[in-house]
C-alpha cells in the first residue's frame, strides 16, 4: 500500500491513528480551530459560531440535529482505496452522537476537509469538544467491475427477496 498523503488545515492537528497495534481504526478527532460547523435544522443548513471558553472550544446540537463535524485536514488516499468512517463503539455508547450515514465512505478523489456528518440522537443538548474522538476510519481495498447486459440466472431455491433465507 502507498501512504496516505496528510494535509493539515490548522495548527497542531495531527494525522488519525489506531489507538493500539491492533486496531483497525484510525482515530478521527474533532477540530474546530475553523470556528464555524455547518449545523442542519430540520434539512436547512446554517453555519454556527464555535463557543471558546478557558475549556476550550465546543458546539452544541439541540436533540435531532445534524452537522458536519471538521475534522482539520485533508487526504488523498491511494486509488483502489476507500476510508470507511464510522462510529467509535465508546462513543456511541456514552453519548447520544450518531454518525448519520455509517458507515460513510471517503474515496481516493475526494478533495476537500474531511467531515464526519452526525446527529444528536438524543432527548437533550449534545456539547462535543475540539480535539474529542468522534469517529473512527477503516481503510478497505475495493475493486471496480463493469456491468454488462445479459439475463441473471437462479442459482439456488432461494427467492423473496429481503429476508428469505428464513432466519
Known amino acids: 500500500m502507498s501512504d496516505i498523503i ?31 460547523v455547518r449545523v442542519f435544522v430540520g434539512g436547512v443548513a446554517e453555519v454556527r459560531d464555535v463557543v471558546a471558553d478557558a475549556a476550550g472550544a465546543t458546539i452544541t446540537l ?5 452537522a458536519l463535524l471538521p475534522l482539520g485536514f485533508k487526504a488523498q488516499l491511494p486509488v483502489g482505496y476507500e476510508a470507511q468512517v464510522r462510529p467509535r463503539s465508546g462513543t456511541s455508547l456514552k453519548t447520544d452522537l450518531v454518525i ?20 444528536n440522537g438524543g432527548a437533550g443538548a449534545l456539547t462535543v469538544r475540539h480535539g474529542e474522538r468522534i469517529a ?13 447486459r445479459g439475463a441473471v440466472a437462479r442459482t439456488t431455491d432461494r427467492a423473496g427477496g429481503f429476508g428469505s433465507t428464513g432466519h
Open 62 to 66: 439541540a436533540p435531532g440535529e445534524k
Open 136 to 148: 473512527q476510519m477503516v481503510l478497505a481495498r475495493y475493486e471496480t467491475l463493469s456491468f454488462t
Open 100 to 119: 448519520v450515514n455509517s458507515p460513510g465512505t471517503i474515496d481516493a478523489d475526494y478533495p476537500d476537509e474531511w467531515c464526519v456528518p452526525v446527529k
Open 6 to 36: 496528510f494535509e493539515p488545515l490548522h495548527e497542531g492537528v495531527e494525522p488519525p491513528r489506531r489507538a493500539t497495534e491492533a486496531s483497525a481504526g484510525h482515530d478521527l478527532a474533532l477540530c474546530l480551530s475553523g470556528g464555524r
